[in-house]
């Protein structure tokens, strides 16, 4: 019943700034830790970003640390998504997905989140 859909992709010129958005609808959404992932082409899924339920616990990837910034906005059941000083090689599929706030799982892995939207396509030209 839990349904997450991202949105907010698009096309962008390496060293340009783009928002993806993440909607959760079905459930209480401050009982959730929200994580992002992405999977470029002919790679695997990989961890990008996470905030905890308060918003006050954030961690990032090695790979977009000092570029991205995750946020939440409790009223209106949404994670953000800040990514600026794109690269090309930031180009893939973001998703979204929620866990429980009391799980007690490694919220960088995707298997271990319990809901996960479709996704929206990034591509950074250069």
């Known amino acids: 019943q839990v349904q997450l859909v991202e949105s907010g992709g698009g096309l962008v010129q390496a060293g340009g700034s783009l928002r993806v958005s993440c909607a959760v609808s079905?459930?209480?959404?401050?009982?959730?830790?929200i994580g992002w992932f992405r999977q470029a082409p002919g790679r695997e899924r990989e961890f990008v970003s996470t905030?905890?339920?308060?918003?006050?616990?954030?961690s990032y990837a090695d790979s977009v640390k000092g570029r991205f910034t995750i946020s939440r906005d409790n009223a209106k059941n949404t994670v953000y998504l800040q990514m600026n000083s794109l690269k090309p090689e930031d180009t893939a599929v973001y998703v979204c997905?929620?866990?429980?706030?009391?799980?007690?799982?490694?919220?960088?892995?995707?298997?271990?989140?319990?809901?996960w939207g479709q996704g929206t396509q990034v591509t950074v030209s250069s």
């Open positions: 997905a929620a866990v429980g706030r009391f799980s007690k799982s490694d919220r960088t892995i995707f298997r271990e989140y319990d809901y």
């Open positions: 079905g459930g209480i959404f401050i009982t959730y830790d």
């Open positions: 905030i905890n339920w308060t918003g006050g616990g954030t």
